[in-house]
């Protein structure tokens, strides 16, 4: 299982701006697929954004254009810039790292986006 350390949820008003960071206990390439996903209270967990080793990213609709994924190699480390927020993004916020042998998953951090 890869190792996963999320940090950078916190209170902000609607139309401001979080990144989430989540540092990785292997290095980035190794794995094939890191992604963000959220849950808000009552709903499933969904997918936000995923980045494959080879740089390919995806966007669920309703954040594509307000939201980045992206990492950085030596830090082993991706980020999820989050713009443009609303209160719907109000969710707890998880880290995924998914490799042949496993799918790993961080503690989550809580975002809560006020009107």
């Known amino acids: 299982q890869v190792q996963l350390v999320e940090s950078g949820g916190g209170l902000v008003q609607a139309g401001g701006s979080l990144r989430l960071s989540c540092v990785t206990s292997e290095r980035i390439f190794s794995i094939n697929i890191m992604g963000w996903y959220r849950q808000a209270p009552g709903k499933q967990r969904e997918s936000v954004a995923t980045l494959t080793s080879g740089g390919a990213t995806n966007y669920a609709d309703s954040v594509r254009g307000r939201f980045t994924i992206s990492r950085d190699n030596a830090k082993n480390t991706v980020y999820l810039q989050m713009n443009s927020l609303k209160p719907e993004d109000t969710a707890v916020y998880y880290c995924?790292?998914?490799?042949?042998?496993?799918?790993?998953w961080g503690q989550g951090t809580q975002v809560t986006v006020s009107s």
């Open positions: 995924n790292a998914r490799k042949v042998s496993s799918n790993s």
